[in-house]
């Protein structure tokens, strides 16, 4: 639907802003770059202020970068205001008007570019459809629900054919259930209109389930970027591990090759890079691949035991440290008690070291 898929390009991007309290400067977006392709879907996730927002207002134009150029289908824009861009934003807020009607919404940025009225008619009626609002022309937006006002949103930023659909926490004013419904109704939409779509969240589950690829910010910085599947698996540091799932770190040392020491144990791992001996490590273990066993790795005493129906909650102590674990499908396995002695156990292979 969309005339032309763009791509996205951040060259060495920067925003600074004053602090309020100390006046002091302040990088809300330091040095950033990077390639998001034509027909992507592109999250931007990382907790609140650390610069999602002002990443993306820099793309649309409402903000100007102090740094750096930004790219848009080739083509520097830096010096386009937003209306020349070819993007256009979904808000959390919706941004309706409320005195109109779904069409008149839909068709407000058509009737600014002048466009005939019987394709303004075609072109709204045909992304009412895609957004499911088929026959609901006539409604006033004050008078649907959030879910409602949020496809109307939708639908009036498709409508121009925007080469890139810029979303900045869509959903944050829906609740839970109807919040992973329409994640799931913006990704089929975005795929239909075969639209490049950047996306903003702090919200890692909605990031996970919908995006190509996560962009996760840390303090106006990019930390990575890459699919849902390397960010899980390769997090290249703590502060990413930690955002996206949940992780054990555990502390140790190379001792041999492929081999390291943790907490008095020495545990056999596959590839350490380009690691030595004697060098520090930090093993990233995911709750969900290790299990409590009679035989294993790291011995350790089980501090927390909890059915939890589909999995077995456990807290174990490896010396000093606590590893949580979930245990899934406990039903016809032996589950272990608080102030139980085991054996932290898992495969070489699911654990990654940073
Ligand atoms: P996020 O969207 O990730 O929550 P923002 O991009 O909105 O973060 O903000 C990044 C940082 O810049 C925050 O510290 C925020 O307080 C600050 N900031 C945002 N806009 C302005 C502004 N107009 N003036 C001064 N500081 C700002
Ligand atoms: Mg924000």
Redesign the pocket.
Known sequence: MAKEKKGVILDHISKI????KTGKDFY??KDTSLEIEPGSFVTLL??????????LRMIAGFESPDEGEIYLGGEPINALTPNKRDTAMVFQSYALLPHYNIFDNVAYGLKLRKMDKELIKEKVTNILKLVGLEGMEARMTNQLSGGQQQRVALARALVIEPGVLLFDEPLSNLDAKLRVNMRTEIRRIQQEAGITAIY?T?DQSEAMAISDKIII?DQ?VVAQMGTPQEIYYHPVNEFVADFIGEANFLKGKVVAENEVEIEGHKVKLGDLGNRKVNDDCTLVLRPEAAIVADEGQLPCVVTLSCFMGSYQNYHVKVGDTLVKITDFNPKNKKVYEVGDKAFVKFDSESVHVI
């Open positions: 802003y004053q602090d309020p809300a977006v990382g907790p609140s202020g650390c610069g999602k927002t002002t990443t903003v702090h910010m106006g």
